[in-house]
């Protein structure tokens, strides 16, 4: 069965960065899409970003151009987060087709 764990996260300063990783185990297939979601305190889960493994992606209109997501090897899914804002505290879930990984806090503070 396919499972999703999640390491990386922490606490950073507004305009530092932090990398999150999500390693896919159980399965001898490429896994595709791979996804990222977020959800704020007290607020709806939120997409990310997308990485297939033709390597086309995107990204959601808050993070586009500041987070990156990358996959390599093909079952190990990154997103590195540049110049963070408060706005981007919450926790971070890596997700692909219905399963999900056990999330990372994430939280951008002075």
């Given at each position: 069965q396919l499972r999703l764990e999640q390491s990386g996260g922490g606490l950073v300063q507004p305009g530092g960065s932090l990398r999150l990783s999500c390693e896919a185990f159980g399965t001898p297939f490429d896994v595709d899409p791979m996804r990222w979601y977020r959800q704020a305190p007290g607020r709806e889960r939120e997409f990310v970003a997308e990485e297939?493994?033709?390597?086309?992606?995107?990204?959601?209109?808050?993070?586009?151009?500041?987070?990156?997501?990358?996959?390599?090897?093909?079952?190990?899914?990154?997103?590195?987060?540049?110049?963070?804002?408060?706005?981007?505290?919450?926790?971070?879930?890596?997700?692909?087709?219905?399963?999900?990984?056990?999330?990372?806090?994430?939280?951008?503070?002075?």
């Open positions: 297939h493994s033709s390597g086309k992606t995107r990204y959601g209109d808050s993070v586009r151009g500041r987070f990156t997501v990358s996959r390599q090897p093909q079952n190990r899914l990154f997103l590195q987060m540049d110049n963070l804002t408060p706005e981007d505290t919450g926790v971070y879930f890596c997700n692909v087709w219905a399963i999900w990984g056990q999330g990372a806090q994430v939280t951008v503070s002075s």
